[in-house]
Antibody, heavy 118, light 111 residues
Framework: QVQVVESGGGLVKPGGSLRLSCAAS????????MNWIRQAPGKGLEWVSY????????NYADSVEGRFTISRDNAKNSVYLQMNSLRAEDTAVYYC???????????WGQGTLVTVSS | QSALTQPPSASGSPGQSVTISCTGT?????????VSWYQHHPGKAPKLMIY???KRSSGVPDRFSGSKSGNTASLTVSGLQAEDEADYYC???????????FGGGTKLTVL
């Protein structure tokens, strides 16, 4: 069955960096776009970034552009989110989600919590 | 890019129907057939309910239906059940910048 599992969350100081990982299984990973989506405490869902199936196309929310970098390793069935220059407002649960071929998310992980605080 | 507009809350009694709206622009909701809806119970992973505006995801009861008129998409839940109580989010592709945008979310309460 399809599984998506995030890891790498934790506590980091403002201005610091963190790298999230997402391991996928149960489907042909290299056929699908992948996304990162976050939810800050008490707030709604916010799309963060996507990467195309071969990694040649990426896009970011305005709130993270220039600070976050998405990448993938199809040999390891994994997608990553490198987060730099972190701010308090980046505190959130970060979800990894598969794109179901037309800009919708059909499989989500359980999320990993990132806390940015001094 | 502002979030799509959803009512913060909605409610209904068991067995009743409730409709949640999602308003965008011609650059997102109105311009493409890429609206999706998600059910989110706190502490769990969001669940895809509707994709491409009207199509139910696998295993979703036919009590859930999606529609669109102009720049507004809607999710209707018929025959409300206690387990339908959750947060619901709409989502759309944005053609002008090829980004993705969510609505602010609607908390559905089953009275």
């Amino acid at each position: 069955q399809v599984q998506v599992v995030e890891s790498g969350g934790g506590l980091v100081k403002p201005g610091g960096s963190l790298r999230l990982s997402c391991a996928a299984s149960g489907f042909t990973f290299s056929d699908y776009y992948m996304n990162w989506i976050r939810q800050a405490p008490g707030k709604g869902l916010e799309w963060v970034s996507y990467i195309s199936s071969r990694g040649s196309i990426v896009n970011y929310a305005d709130s993270v552009e220039g600070r976050f970098t998405i990448s993938r390793d199809n040999a390891k069935n994994s997608v990553y989110l490198q987060m730099n220059s972190l701010r308090a407002e980046d505190t959130a649960v970060y979800y990894c989600a598969r794109d179901g071929k037309s800009w919708w998310f059909d499989y989500w992980g359980q999320g990993t919590l990132v806390t940015v605080s001094s | 890019q502002s979030a799509l507009t959803q009512p913060p809350s909605a409610s209904g009694s068991p067995g009743q129907s409730v409709t949640i709206s999602c308003t965008g622009t011609s650059s997102d909701v109105g311009g493409y057939n890429y609206v999706s809806w998600y059910q989110h119970h706190p502490g769990k992973a969001p669940k895809l309910m509707i994709y491409e505006g009207t199509k139910r995801s696998s295993g979703v009861p036919d009590r859930f239906s999606g529609s669109k008129s102009g720049n507004t998409a809607s999710l209707t839940v018929s025959g409300l059940q206690a387990e339908d109580e959750a947060d619901y989010y709409c989502c759309s592709y944005v053609g002008t910048n090829k980004k993705i945008i969510f609505g602010g979310g609607t908390k559905l309460t089953v009275l």
